[in-house]
């Protein structure tokens, strides 16, 4: 009788973890892999920020969602062979971007930028004075002498790259990411604990109902 309820107590506590356990892994998984994906730094344009050859972890977002400042990824059909670049947003539509050789200016205000490589004054390009259209943005690498980057293409509507374009946004803090993996891999192991209690009371419950095999009597002394 015992071991009939803790095979039922087993049972229950399977059916409660289970459960549980599948709905943190789906939905932890599954928003790390809808909203986040990896990528690798392949070329120096982003240093000292980021280095060839790291891994980051980019956020999907809206264009209307990007900021001043944000690294961003962002795919240029008719450059870079069409492969996607990351460059750090420093002018918005509507934006006036101005660099007099010393220092970039947008709309009126000085640019600080503890970012850049040290040392490095835009020295691959000179002065120049552009206004960003609407719906696109202006983009630099961290690294300026050695950026293929929106200075580059000045003729083209002022060297900008479409809001369109951007396929997400460099992760400053992974909190959010790690957070998401995290209940992705408890959901996970509690998904196989449910199913290890569910096997072991199927088993108790199993024992329980089968009945003891006669024993035959000991045989008479002669």
């Known amino acids: 009788m015992q071991q009939r309820r803790a095979g039922s107590g087993l049972r229950v506590a399977a059916w409660a973890l289970v459960p549980l356990g599948l709905l943190l892994a789906v939905g932890g998984i ?10 690798t730094v392949m070329s120096e344009a982003m240093e000292p920020t980021y280095h060839q050859g790291e891994r980051l972890v980019v956020e999907g977002i809206d264009a209307d969602e990007v900021r001043r400042g944000d690294v961003v990824l962002v795919a240029v059909p008719d450059r870079y062979e069409g492969r996607p670049v990351l460059q750090r947003v420093l002018g918005m539509g509507g934006d006036h971007v101005v660099y007099d050789g010393h ?12 970012y850049l490589m040290p040392g490095e004054v835009n020295p691959a390009t000179g002065p120049y004075d552009v ?14 002498g050695n950026s293929n980057d929106s200075r580059f293409f000045l003729d ?3 060297g900008s790259v479409a809001a369109s374009g951007v396929l997400g946004r460099v992760q400053r803090s992974l909190v959010v990411p790690a957070v998401s993996g995290a209940l992705g891999a408890l959901g996970i192991l509690l998904a196989l604990v449910g199913i290890g209690l569910g096997i072991g009371g199927y088993v108790a419950g199993r024992s329980a109902r089968r009945p003891l095999a006669a024993v035959p009597p000991w045989p008479a002394a002669q």
């Open 131 to 144: 206004r960003v259209p609407d719906g696109r943005f202006f983009l630099l690498g961290d690294h300026r």
């Open 103 to 114: 220092r970039i200016k947008v709309n009126g205000k000085p640019v600080d930028e503890p």
């Open 30 to 39: 599954g928003y790390f892999f809808t909203n986040y994906q990896g990528v």
């Open 156 to 158: 083209e509507q002022s």
